[in-house]
């Protein structure tokens, strides 16, 4: 009766598994570097694409109002870009400065008259106009990053103060009133508007920056905590029924 038997294990066994076991670390080893590779340019490429597609949109629109005596593009063999957002920057400097003096605001208020009695664009320009000016002359706004209890109880979300509320908003409660802006991801500027009290607002101690950037990630690039160590510990609580 015959019997059968494993083959004697030859030397290229051994080898035959080292080269198995050296594979997998070598791709794990070529992952790793493509991924830390894609960490680095990613930020570096989306923001140099976005930065040209700004500056290309503002060249676009800007450039071809500048007379040829006066476009570089007239005298070089090659475009320079960024060309038209200089010239717009001048040109809304020039206007401040206009505008600031007894001309410019008699003109300014004349130039609003004609605007204030059209139908379709008094409404358009007032909304515009208070929105600007809201955003770039209020100091408090968009200036604290808070938590809300919404839309219900033991949920938060994050948002930002944009004011203190003020007129027929005012009916619904006789305590300090603040607007917060929750916003959407990944747009933060849109989003939903509540009325609270201000003691129901918890006010974190995170940059208005910062908060956006959590917004716009979902929540995957979180800030650092600047709280205590004794807060981060969860020791406060302790402390407290110590002393009761």
Known sequence: MAM?????????QPLRGAGETLRPRFVQRLRA??????LITAPIGITIYLAKLFLDFVDARVVP?????????????FSVPGIG???????????????AGYVGRL?????????????VIRSLYSTVKQIVETILAN?????????IEYP?????????ITGNVQGEARKVSDEELVSVLIPTVPIPTAGYLVFMPRKDV???????????????????VIPPDRRPPELRSGKVAALKQAGE
């Open 65 to 77: 109002l500048i007379p040829r005596s006066y476009n570089p593009d007239s005298y070089l063999p």
């Open 139 to 147: 100091e408090t706004a968009f200036r604290e990053v808070v938590l």
């Open 4 to 12: 059968d038997t494993e083959p004697p294990p030859s030397a290229e």
């Open 152 to 160: 219900r109880h033991g949920v938060w979300s994050l948002g930002f």
């Open 85 to 99: 957002l200089v010239v717009l920057l001048v040109a809304l400097t020039l206007i401040g400065a206009l505008t």
């Open 33 to 38: 570097y493509f991924i830390a590779g894609v």
């Open 202 to 220: 918890i006010v974190l101690d995170m940059t208005v920056e910062e908060g956006m950037k959590m917004a716009i990630s979902g929540g995957i």
């Open 107 to 119: 003109f300014l208020q004349t130039s609003e008259r004609v605007l204030v009695r059209m139908p």
